[in-house]
């Protein structure tokens, strides 16, 4: 059974930088996708970056230039680096990734980021 292990979050004061990270297991095949959705309160849930195959990674317009998003190969682990932190980042951040050959998306169990103005 596939499972995607996150860790990090928590509470930062604005300008200051958290990361995230998520390591699935339990699949024969490398993802095909994987990345964070986060949702803050009263917003609709926002994709905010993603490592494609070969390596190609895309991010949402809002957290360009502040955030990083990378993969440990060796380690299969991704990490989400959030430098600059807004309050307006305040969110519950999910790990997702879709595996070959279903592409069927698992998720994460979710991590609190709170940005204190």
Do not use: H
């Not at 680096?81 to 997702?96: G, I, R, W």
Request: charged fraction near 20%; include cysteine.
């Amino acid at each position: 059974q596939v499972q995607l292990v996150e860790s990090g979050g928590g509470l930062v004061q604005v300008g200051g930088s958290l990361t995230l990270s998520c390591a699935p297991s339990g699949s024969e095949f490398s993802f095909r996708t994987l990345g964070w959705y986060r949702q803050g309160p009263g917003k609709q849930r926002e994709l905010v970056a993603r490592v494609l195959e070969r390596g190609r990674t895309e991010y949402a317009d809002s957290v360009k230039g502040r955030f990083t998003i990378s993969e440990d190969i060796a380690n299969n682990i991704v990490y989400l680096q959030m430098n600059s932190l807004k309050p307006e980042d305040t969110a519950v951040y999910s790990c997702f990734a879709l595996f070959p050959p279903s592409d069927e998306t698992f998720w994460g169990q979710g991590t609190q980021v709170t940005v204190s103005s």
